[in-house]
């Protein structure tokens, strides 16, 4: 299966600039989708193929990569967006996803 | 605008089988994927499979030999069985609307707890 790495936690201050990391241990062209969740909440869409905002996410979210290593990018980091973030791959069989990360506010 | 809800038991006995439902208002399920991904205490989360608008499915490899999952669509439902649960799989159970062709799953359910319990 393909494993999806991300860093466990990161804590940036509101108005800052944070880069969320997601390492595939083999290629997913450009197959990586990033999600938010909050506690007690479903998982939303915020990111798909690597580089397109879903519809009604706010501009500040970004994606980049291709092959293996991709990167979701939130400028500037608001109070709300405190949650866990999953990058998932949907290019090999069985679909995977990272472990998430959780970003705190300072 | 799509809607998912979850529905089924919380506690299912170790050896039985799980099954939930998905009910889906707001869009037709004879159009694009559906699927079932779960998470587990600890935050792991595993894609599980998925129907498509023609009743085709697929399967995580790691269940192909428990899981189903089978469609109604003049209720506009699909479901989730899972077949010899064990403690293990004791995790929130999600639907989702899958995408065409990236396959990206943009909308969720509000996701079901199951605990697998004696």
């Known amino acids: 299966d393909t494993v999806l790495t991300q860093s466990p936690a990161l804590a940036v201050s509101p108005g800052e600039r944070v880069s969320i990391s997601c390492r595939a241990s083999?290629?997913?062209?450009?197959?990586m989708h990033w999600y938010q969740q909050k506690p007690g909440q479903q998982p939303k869409l915020l990111i798909y193929?690597?580089?397109n905002l879903a519809s009604g996410v706010p501009a500040r979210f970004s994606g980049s990569g291709s092959g293996t290593d991709f990167t979701l990018t939130i400028d500037p980091v608001e109070a709300d967006d405190t949650a866990t973030y999953f990058c998932q791959q949907s290019w090999n069989d069985p679909y995977t996803f990272g472990a998430g990360t959780k970003l705190e506010l300072k | 605008e799509v809607q998912l809800q979850e529905s089924g038991p919380g506690l299912v006995k170790p050896s039985q089988s799980l099954s939930l439902t998905c009910s889906v208002t707001g869009y037709s399920i004879t159009s694009n994927y559906w699927g079932w991904i779960r998470k587990f205490p600890g935050n792991k989360m595993e894609w599980m499979g998925y129907i498509s608008y023609s009743g085709s499915t697929s399967y995580n490899p790691s269940l192909k030999s428990r899981i189903s999952i089978t469609r109604d669509t003049s209720k506009n439902q699909f479901f989730l069985q899972l077949n010899s649960v064990t403690t293990e799989d004791t995790a929130t159970y999600y639907c989702a609307r899958v995408g065409y062709s990236s396959h990206v799953m943009d909308a969720w359910g509000q996701g079901a707890s199951v605990t697998v319990s004696s």
């Open positions: 193929k690597a580089s």
């Open positions: 083999e290629g997913v062209n450009s197959y």
